[in-house]
């Protein structure tokens, strides 16, 4: 047998986020999305199962129970216009790929998780935010 190595498989990483400021997180939806940058202004978003209060609480809950695609200026620009996303999980796809690339999962209030395969992602989330632990169990979402 040959010595080929074989290229090893990229594997989905997760994080949760649990800054709180007056006992409520100190974060929101719209905050990791603008940590992602321009790639998630480039993916497409679905969003399901989200519970949300603010202006645009109304439309993306329409969003999340159509469980219908949406461009990421128009991701940015409904996560921007809620006060609170309570509950939810947020995909995003390249173009043309079928598994999410990013993952945001709201938890009840208490926190976020954060899954991808970026690397660079994952240490921008580091280091923006305080409270931040390793979630295995997390990154089993998108396998």
Not at 22 to 44: C, K, Q
Request: aromatic letters at 6%; hydrophobic letters at 40%.
């Amino acid at each position: 047998m040959c010595g080929r190595v074989m290229p090893s498989v990229m594997r989905h990483q997760a994080v949760t986020i649990h800054d709180i400021r007056d006992r409520v997180l100190a974060f929101d939806l719209i905050d990791i999305l603008r940590l992602a940058g321009p790639d998630a202004e480039s993916s497409s978003w679905r969003c399901r199962n989200v519970e949300c209060t603010g202006d645009l609480a109304e439309e993306l809950h329409r969003v999340s129970d159509a469980e219908s695609s949406v461009t990421g200026p128009e991701m940015l620009r409904l996560a921007g216009g809620v006060l609170q996303v309570i509950d939810g999980d947020f995909e995003a796809y390249r173009p043309s790929e079928t598994r999410p690339w990013l993952v945001v999962r709201a938890i009840d209030s208490s926190e976020y998780a954060v899954i991808t395969q970026d690397e660079r992602l994952l240490a921008r989330v580091r280091e923006r935010f305080r409270d931040v632990r390793d979630s295995p169990n997390d990154a089993a979402y998108v396998a």
